[in-house]
């Protein structure tokens, strides 16, 4: 069985984006996702229209790939980056925290994700589902062009 964890990463999030954008109705970017940096060390608001899905899909990911209870200030610190301050050394600050909130709210709504008390939150089994059966039909379209990925899909 093909997981998530055996497709290549940029295009699985690109396609679970898409997924998301179409079939989850719950998932939606809030009126000020128009305006908003992700981040302190961030100079300009994302350039993508459909940010918020591309970051939707990426926090499945890592929550598929840690299978443990991953709460917003994990995810403040996998975004975060390097904040420069001109002259002065650069230091690492951590990612908005109201995005991923706002993204996993929403995920919960949509039975995607299920809160663990004090710890976080996992995936459920539906969101494990789809994110399988979407990676399987990834590597089949990966297959047709490499054939020795045959081997993965038996």
């Known amino acids: 069985m093909v997981t998530v964890l055996e497709v290549p990463a940029d295009r699985f999030i690109a396609e679970l984006a898409e997924y998301l954008k179409k ?24 350039m993508q229209e459909d940010w918020w899905y591309i970051r939707a899909a990426s926090m499945l990911r890592k929550m598929y ?27 690492f600050v951590k990612a908005s925290g109201s995005i991923p909130r706002s993204i996993l709210k929403q995920l919960e709504k949509a039975g995607w994700v299920k809160k663990v ?18 990676a399987y039909q990834i590597m089949k379209e990966l297959a047709q062009e490499r054939p020795e990925l045959q081997k993965y899909l038996q």
């Open 65 to 91: 790939k840690t299978r443990q209870p991953i709460g917003v200030g994990t995810f403040r610190v996998i975004y975060g980056g390097r904040k420069n301050y001109g002259v002065a050394p650069e230091h």
């Open 117 to 134: 008390p004090g710890r976080g939150r996992v995936l459920t089994p539906k969101a494990i589902s789809v994110m399988d059966k979407l």
């Open 23 to 46: 079939n989850v109705k719950e998932l939606r970017p809030p009126a000020w996702s128009a305006y908003v940096k992700t981040g302190t060390d961030r100079e300009h608001p994302p």
